[in-house]
C-alpha cells in the first residue's frame, strides 16, 4: 500500500538487527493514538501468530495422514473446549483451503475500524472538553452519513483544525498510495476506496461488484466472486494510517493543548507483546 519511488522509506522505519524486521520510530502519540497503536499491534499480533500456527499445523496434519496412510475420507474430530467439530480430512482440507483469506478479510475489517473508533475517541474527548451533553453520540453523528472527505470537512467546520483536505494531502507529500495494482495520489480517495471496500467485505457477503471491478480491474476477479483482500494488506492498511493518526493527533493536540510524548515502539504493544 504505502509507497514512494523518490523516498523508499517515507515512514522511517528503521531495521531492528542486520537482517531483522523493520519498525517503526518512536512516534509522538496523545493517549489516545498510544491506545490505536495498542489495539492494531494486537491485531496484527494475532493475525500473524495465527497464519503461522495455521500453516505449521496443515503441515504437521498433512505429514502424519502421509506417514500414517490416512486417505480423504478418514474420519477427523478437533475438540474446541467443550465443544467437538467432526467430520473427514476431505472437509478439513476444503475448509482450511478457504481459512487464511477468510482470515484477512476480517483482519482487513478490524484494522480499519480500529481508526474510526480511534477518531471517534480524539472526538468524543474534544466535544466533552466543550461541554458537549452527548459526547460519544455527537462525534459519531458527525462521521456518519458522508465520504470520508466529508467526515474531515464537517470536523474542519467544527473545531478549525488543520485537517482540509490540502493537510492530509502534505501528510502523505512523497508517499505513493496502490491498491489492486490501481496507484492513488489523493489519501483521502484512497481511504475511501478502503471504506467502500470494507464496507462490501461487510454487508455485501464480500462479493465483487461490477463497480469494483471497474475501480480494480487488474484484481482478476469476477462479478459475483469472493473478494480475497491480499494477505499483507492488514499490516499496509495499519502504515498507510500512521501519517494520518499524526496529522490528527497533533492539530487535536494543538487545539486542545493535549500532551503528546514521544513513545518508543516497544511501549507501543501491550506489555506481554515486547520483546525489547
Same mark, same amino acid.
Given at each position: *500500500?504505502?509507497?514512494?519511488?523518490?523516498?523508499? #522509506?517515507?515512514?522511517?522505519?528503521?531495521?531492528?538487527?542486520?537482517?531483522?524486521?523493520?519498525?517503526?520510530?518512536?512516534?509522538?502519540?496523545? !493517549?489516545?493514538?498510544?491506545?490505536?497503536? /495498542?489495539?492494531?499491534?494486537?491485531? =496484527?499480533?494475532?493475525?500473524i501468530t495465527l497464519l503461522g500456527y495455521a500453516a505449521e499445523g496443515h503441515k504437521a496434519i498433512a505429514h502424519a495422514a502421509k506417514v500414517r496412510g490416512i486417505d480423504l475420507?478418514? &474420519?477427523?474430530?478437533?475438540? $474446541?473446549?467443550?465443544?467437538?467439530?467432526?467430520? #473427514?480430512?476431505?472437509?478439513?482440507?476444503?475448509?482450511?483451503?478457504?481459512?487464511?483469506?477468510? =482470515?484477512?478479510?476480517?483482519?482487513?475489517?478490524?484494522?480499519?475500524?480500529?481508526?474510526?473508533?480511534?477518531?471517534?475517541? @480524539?472526538? %468524543?474527548?474534544?466535544?466533552?472538553?466543550?461541554? %458537549?451533553?452527548? &459526547?460519544?453520540?455527537?462525534? $459519531?453523528?458527525?462521521?456518519?452519513?458522508?465520504?470520508?472527505?466529508?467526515?474531515?470537512?464537517?470536523? @474542519?467546520?467544527?473545531?478549525?483544525?488543520?485537517?482540509?483536505?490540502?493537510?492530509? %494531502?502534505?501528510?502523505?507529500?512523497?508517499?505513493?498510495?496502490?491498491?489492486?495494482?490501481?496507484? !492513488?495520489?489523493?489519501p483521502l480517495a484512497f481511504l475511501q476506496a478502503m471504506a467502500d471496500l470494507r464496507h462490501r467485505l461487510v454487508h455485501s457477503a464480500g462479493r465483487a461488484d461490477a463497480k469494483?471491478?471497474?475501480?480494480?480491474?487488474?484484481?482478476? *476477479?469476477?462479478?459475483?466472486?469472493? $473478494?480475497? @483482500?491480499?494477505?499483507?494488506?492488514?499490516?499496509?492498511? /495499519?502504515?498507510?494510517? @500512521?501519517?494520518?493518526?499524526? %496529522?490528527?493527533?497533533?492539530?487535536?493536540?494543538e487545539k486542545y493543548g493535549w500532551q503528546r510524548i514521544l513513545e518508543a515502539p516497544e511501549k507501543l504493544v501491550d506489555t506481554d507483546l515486547r520483546t525489547l
Amino acid at each position: *500500500m504505502p509507497r514512494t519511488r523518490r523516498r523508499p #522509506n517515507p515512514l522511517h522505519m528503521r531495521r531492528v538487527e542486520p537482517g531483522g524486521p523493520f519498525v517503526l520510530p518512536p512516534q509522538e502519540c496523545t !493517549s489516545r493514538r498510544k491506545e490505536w497503536f /495498542q489495539r492494531a499491534n494486537r491485531i =496484527l499480533a494475532t493475525y500473524i501468530t495465527l497464519l503461522g500456527y495455521a500453516a505449521e499445523g496443515h503441515k504437521a496434519i498433512a505429514h502424519a495422514a502421509k506417514v500414517r496412510g490416512i486417505d480423504l475420507d478418514t &474420519p477427523m474430530r478437533f475438540k $474446541i473446549d467443550d465443544r467437538t467439530f467432526q467430520s #473427514n480430512y476431505r472437509i478439513f482440507l476444503g475448509a482450511f483451503s478457504k481459512s487464511a483469506g477468510q =482470515l484477512t478479510n476480517q483482519v482487513f475489517t478490524l484494522a480499519y475500524g480500529n481508526l474510526e473508533a480511534y477518531l471517534i475517541d @480524539v472526538l %468524543a474527548d474534544a466535544l466533552t472538553t466543550d461541554g %458537549a451533553a452527548d &459526547p460519544v453520540q455527537e462525534s $459519531i453523528s458527525l462521521i456518519t452519513g458522508t465520504r470520508w472527505e466529508g467526515k474531515f470537512n464537517r470536523i @474542519v467546520q467544527r473545531w478549525g483544525v488543520r485537517l482540509g483536505k490540502a493537510d492530509i %494531502a502534505e501528510a502523505y507529500r512523497g508517499i505513493r498510495l496502490e491498491f489492486f495494482g490501481v496507484q !492513488s495520489t489523493d489519501p483521502l480517495a484512497f481511504l475511501q476506496a478502503m471504506a467502500d471496500l470494507r464496507h462490501r467485505l461487510v454487508h455485501s457477503a464480500g462479493r465483487a461488484d461490477a463497480k469494483l471491478l471497474a475501480a480494480y480491474p487488474q484484481s482478476h *476477479m469476477k462479478e459475483g466472486d469472493l $473478494i480475497q @483482500v491480499p494477505a499483507v494488506s492488514p499490516i499496509d492498511l /495499519q502504515l498507510f494510517f @500512521v501519517p494520518l493518526t499524526e %496529522a490528527i493527533d497533533r492539530a487535536f493536540a494543538e487545539k486542545y493543548g493535549w500532551q503528546r510524548i514521544l513513545e518508543a515502539p516497544e511501549k507501543l504493544v501491550d506489555t506481554d507483546l515486547r520483546t525489547l
